[in-house]
């Protein structure tokens, strides 16, 4: 079992609908969690932290934890075509390994 | 806004060439690291540091060495390029104080005939 897993996609939407995006962790001293958009030949770029169970909104973007379940997710309302991306669920536990572990990667396409 | 560089960006080189990959950045963060990855496939860690004259390597063995000799520099160096080194190289660093968020380069796309 890989220590953060995502499904690798396309999750494909209309433009203007909710996309859905998952994650699950295996290591339940995690802590802190991450949400990266990485477009296509570029560098990741992080969009959203989150540390406390519940939700966190920023803008269209909110991600909501629950660490008893092991998972993260992040919801974008309102889907735009620039938000076509691959996105990366990271998380990082406070003892032992001391960089993020990544996800594999959900590939979003919005549709026009 | 992240202030992490990386040069060169794109290189092209032939095989048995020594190369450095330069990772610069200017928030005075203590932590920083080397991710490799190939087209549509996931990041791999290959080295990170944890501030000056302390290294490690990451989960994906790799040729490459790294040092950290000042903190807002740490760059990556191949002694002889292979065709197998070709992939892009991700520099990024954090602030252990602020939840380890972490900040990318633009990366390097290496590419060695």
């Known amino acids: 079992q890989k220590e953060v897993e995502q499904n690798s996609g396309p999750l494909s939407v209309p433009e203007g609908a909710i996309a859905s995006l998952n994650c699950t962790y295996s290591?339940?001293?995690?802590?802190?969690f991450f949400w990266y958009r990485q477009y296509s030949g570029k560098s990741p770029e992080l969009i959203m932290s989150i540390y406390s169970n519940g939700d966190k909104e920023d803008g269209r973007f909110t991600a909501q934890l629950n660490k008893a379940s092991q998972y993260v997710s992040l919801l974008i309302r309102d889907s735009q075509p620039s938000d076509s991306a691959t996105y990366l669920c990271a998380v990082k536990a406070d003892t032992g390994r001391r960089a993020l572990t990544f996800g594999s990667g959900t590939r979003l396409q919005v549709q026009p | 806004e992240a202030d992490i560089y990386q040069t060169p960006r794109y290189l092209v080189i032939g095989t048995g060439k020594k190369i450095t990959l330069e990772c610069s950045q200017t928030?005075?963060?203590?932590?920083m690291y080397w991710y490799q990855q190939d087209p549509g496939m996931e990041l791999h860690l290959i080295h990170y540091?944890?501030?000056?004259?302390?290294?490690e390597k990451g989960d994906l063995s790799s040729e490459s060495t790294v040092s950290r000799i000042r903190t807002e520099h740490f760059p990556l160096t191949l002694e002889s390029a292979r065709p197998s080194h070709t992939s892009q190289y991700l520099c990024?660093?954090?602030?252990?104080?602020?939840?380890?968020?972490?900040?990318f380069g633009p990366g390097t796309r290496l590419t060695v005939l």
């Open positions: 540091s944890y501030g000056v004259n302390s290294t």
């Open positions: 928030m005075g963060h203590d932590k």
């Open positions: 990024a660093s954090s602030d252990g104080r602020s939840y380890n968020e972490q900040f």
């Open positions: 290591d339940r001293v995690s802590q802190s």
